[in-house]
């Protein structure tokens, strides 16, 4: 039912006075008919609502995030570490995604992040990843934020107190350096953190297989 149907009602009319009518309470019933409406409105069906810039629905926009470590032992020897395979592909030039997907992919889906950690030299060897589905924005995973998008394809992220902005194509580094020392060693470890947007790509082309090495 609308506000129409809301007008159309018999409302009861106050009791008037034989000798000394009184007027209707006109801005009474209008605040009434104005809460019918409300009422009546949150029972609609409504779209739901995308920001502008977003991705359309049967389609998301799709963020990677890697870090690389790799190490050289100066001293003593430090504990290798080794961690599973990737848990997806992407080919950015058919706009492939592969992999372990355990969210839903239905309309409301915005965007896929992927994040993973490769080891590399006296740091072990292997890496790691996984899919996840964001729905809204802001979108946080971690220490990312995904803040939005614009008209223009630009997505901007919130990552180690700054903002990122990246277009389609363009992928965020970071590189640093880490001297740590134990009792036992110490490692110079290389630090080199990525963060890719890939751009936006049909839901279609979303294969949720498991891979194998």
């Known amino acids: 039912m609308n506000s129409r149907a809301a007008t159309e009602m018999n409302l ?6 034989m000798n000394n009518p009184q007027p209707i309470p006109y801005l009474a019933l209008l605040a009434l008919l104005f809460v019918l409406a409300q009422v009546f409105a949150t029972g609609c069906i409504q779209a739901p609502h995308i920001p502008s810039g977003s991705p359309t629905p049967g389609t998301y926009a799709f963020i990677d995030h890697q870090i690389y470590i790799d190490g050289t032992t100066t001293t003593g020897t430090y504990p290798l570490l080794m ?12 706009g492939v995604l592969e992999g372990l ?3 839903e992919i239905n309309q ?31 979108y946080r995973e971690n220490s990312i934020v ?5 008209t223009n394809g630009t997505v ?32 110079i470890k290389t630090v080199t953190d990525t963060i890719t947007y890939y751009g936006v790509f049909p839901v279609s ?6 891979l194998r090495p």
Not at 12 to 17: K, S
Not at 83 to 94: A, M, Q, V
Not at 146 to 150: A, P
Request: aromatic share 12%; proline share 6%; hydrophobic share 35%.
């Open 205 to 210: 082309e979303i294969k949720a297989t498991r």
């Open 12 to 17: 009861p009319v106050p009791p008037v006075g």
């Open 146 to 150: 995904v803040r939005g998008f614009t």
């Open 108 to 138: 409301s889906l915005l965007l896929i992040y992927g994040s993973g950690t490769h080891l590399s030299g006296d740091c072990g060897s292997g890496a790691s990843g996984m899919l996840h589905g964001g729905y809204t924005l802001p």
């Open 156 to 187: 901007y992220l919130s990552y180690l107190n700054q903002t990122i902005a990246l277009q389609a194509g363009e992928r965020w580094t970071d590189l640093s350096i880490i001297n740590e020392t134990t009792g036992d060693y110490t490692i």
């Open 101 to 103: 997907v355990t969210f």
């Open 83 to 94: 961690i599973d395979f990737p848990t997806y592909l992407f080919d950015p030039d058919k």
